[in-house]
């Protein structure tokens, strides 16, 4: 189901009751719910209004727009005549249902791409911004095989961990999702500018805010409350114990949804936030079969996601090699080349080139400061456009 079109006089109604400061989310819930448009609404009187949200609230729902109002509003109606681009409304029949159940539901939604997977089955995939090379991989592999499996794939379009699970996502046969904290055109970051042009033309781009709005801090943790919801469940890949995308795993706990974390060594800060989650409840995961499994798909398991995986990619390195013996040296999480050095008792050229023959093999990672860590698949590819769709800015 598409949106319907809106006349001009409509996108104004509902831009001015979207931009009203000062009227909070129930009294705008119960305005929609007592009138039939905005329009409607602001036909209405203050004492009418009041009656329903209090003198306040009335009072910030009647006041003038700003004086660019009219440039906003020409401003939208052109970004809606370029091609892939939609405005949804509150009271739009294709208004996702799970949305529709929030405490404070976006009363527009600016979509670049498909509509349709706003209402697909779909599994959020969120984690630190400064992952890993294996959390890169672990990501992408994980949404590949579950978009591959009918899942879409949700998740935000930072950097790090979201960026790996959209490209998984599209990668697979059911695309992706990304809800994003700026206007619909805008990108941030703007490293992601090939990504979010390819989630446009392929998946879907989600926003709640209006054209132009710039990346703010107190945008994102909100933002992750339409994560959870246009979910069955979350998978978290990587986190500290402060992490933001812990706020997505709560918000999903507390709508009913399945949480799922992949676990790590005791040793990585970056599995402290998982380990608090598994104690604390969420499902401990080794593959994507497991979340299928959890969903109740198909119990086979999809390709490559074999609990043995990591003894396969063992297999084409030749056993009486020294680089067997290296990589058997090497732990999953980051060594120092003193260390390897003494647990091989190889001589300095050999350990370079034995490293070198594992990193261009895409079984290790080089990372800064001399240390080297074990992953167990590739990493995630770079992005590449493979096609346009409307105008994005890259944000700063």
Same mark, same amino acid.
């Given at each position: 189901?598409?949106? =319907?079109? #809106?006349?001009? &006089?409509? %996108? !104004?109604?509902?831009?001015? +009751? /979207?931009?009203?400061?000062?009227?909070? $989310?129930?009294?705008?819930?119960?305005?929609?719910?007592?009138?039939?448009?905005?329009?409607?609404?602001?036909?209405?009187?203050?004492?009418?209004?009041?009656?329903?949200?209090?003198?306040?609230?009335?009072?910030?729902?009647?006041?003038?727009?700003?004086?660019?109002?009219?440039?906003?509003?020409?401003?939208?109606?052109?970004?809606?005549?370029?091609?892939?681009?939609?405005?949804?409304?509150?009271?739009?029949?294709?208004?996702?249902?799970?949305?529709?159940?929030?405490?404070?539901?976006?009363?527009?939604?600016?979509?670049?791409?498909?509509?349709?997977?706003?209402?697909?089955?779909?599994?959020?995939?969120?984690?630190?911004?400064?992952?890993?090379?294996?959390?890169?991989?672990?990501?992408?592999?994980?949404? =590949?095989? #579950?978009?591959? &499996?009918? %899942? !879409?794939?949700?998740?935000? +379009? /930072?950097?790090?961990?979201?960026?790996? $699970?959209?490209?998984?996502?599209?990668?697979?046969?059911?695309?992706?999702?990304?809800?994003?904290?700026?206007?619909?055109?805008?990108?941030?970051?703007?490293?992601?500018?090939?990504?979010?042009?390819?989630?446009?033309?392929?998946?879907?781009?989600?926003?709640?805010?209006?054209?132009?709005?710039?990346?703010?801090?107190?945008?994102?943790?909100?933002?992750?409350?339409?994560?959870?919801?246009?979910?069955?469940?979350?998978?978290?890949?990587?986190?500290?114990?402060?992490?933001?995308?812990?706020?997505?795993?709560?918000?999903?706990?507390?709508?009913?949804?399945?949480?799922?974390?992949?676990?790590?060594?005791?040793?990585?800060?970056?599995?402290?936030?998982?380990?608090?989650?598994?104690?604390?409840?969420?499902?401990?995961?080794?593959?994507? &079969?497991?979340?299928?499994?959890?969903?109740?798909?198909?119990?086979?398991?999809?390709?490559? $996601?074999?609990?043995?995986?990591?003894?396969?990619?063992?297999?084409?390195?030749?056993?009486?090699?020294?680089?067997?013996?290296?990589?058997?040296?090497?732990?999953?999480?980051?060594?120092?080349?003193?260390?390897?050095?003494?647990?091989?008792?190889?001589?300095?050229?050999?350990?370079?080139?034995?490293?070198?023959?594992?990193?261009?093999?895409?079984?290790?990672?080089?990372?800064?400061?001399?240390?080297?860590?074990?992953?167990?698949?590739?990493?995630?590819?770079?992005?590449?456009?493979?096609?346009?769709?409307?105008?994005?800015?890259?944000?700063?």
């Amino acid at each position: 189901m598409s949106p =319907r079109s #809106l006349t001009r &006089a409509e %996108l !104004a109604g509902w831009l001015r +009751l /979207a931009g009203a400061s000062g009227v909070p $989310a129930a009294a705008r819930a119960a305005l929609l719910g007592a009138f039939a448009s905005p329009e409607a609404l602001f036909a209405a009187s203050h004492a009418e209004l009041a009656t329903l949200v209090g003198d306040a609230a009335a009072r910030s729902a009647l006041a003038p727009p700003a004086d660019d109002f009219e440039q906003r509003v020409d401003t939208t109606l052109a970004w809606l005549d370029e091609p892939g681009n939609a405005l949804m409304t509150r009271h739009d029949p294709a208004y996702p249902e799970p949305l529709a159940e929030l405490y404070d539901p976006p009363p527009l939604l600016y979509i670049k791409g498909r509509v349709a997977l706003l209402h697909a089955r779909a599994v959020a995939i969120v984690g630190s911004r400064g992952a890993t090379p294996q959390g890169l991989a672990d990501a992408t592999r994980f949404a =590949r095989e #579950l978009s591959d &499996a009918g %899942l !879409a794939i949700v998740s935000g +379009l /930072a950097r790090g961990i979201d960026g790996a $699970a959209h490209r998984g996502g599209l990668d697979g046969a059911s695309g992706t999702v990304a809800v994003i904290g700026t206007g619909a055109d805008i990108v941030y970051p703007a490293c992601h500018h090939a990504l979010a042009h390819e989630i446009a033309e392929r998946g879907a781009l989600v926003s709640e805010w209006p054209l132009g709005t710039p990346a703010r801090s107190a945008h994102f943790p909100q933002r992750n409350r339409l994560i959870a919801a246009l979910s069955r469940g979350a998978l978290i890949v990587e986190a500290a114990r402060r992490s933001g995308s812990l706020i997505t795993a709560r918000l999903a706990n507390e709508m009913g949804r399945d949480v799922f974390a992949i676990p790590g060594s005791i040793h990585a800060p970056l599995s402290q936030g998982c380990h608090a989650l598994i104690r604390d409840g969420a499902k401990l995961v080794e593959t994507a &079969a497991d979340v299928l499994e959890e969903f109740g798909f198909d119990p086979a398991r999809p390709a490559g $996601a074999t609990r043995g995986a990591p003894a396969a990619a063992e297999a084409d390195v030749d056993p009486d090699d020294d680089a067997r013996r290296l990589l058997a040296a090497i732990g999953y999480g980051p060594v120092p080349l003193e260390l390897l050095a003494q647990r091989t008792a190889l001589s300095s050229g050999a350990l370079h080139r034995r490293l070198l023959q594992l990193e261009l093999a895409g079984r290790i990672a080089a990372l800064p400061g001399g240390r080297y860590m074990r992953i167990a698949s590739a990493q995630a590819e770079p992005t590449q456009a493979r096609g346009t769709s409307a105008v994005l800015h890259s944000g700063a």
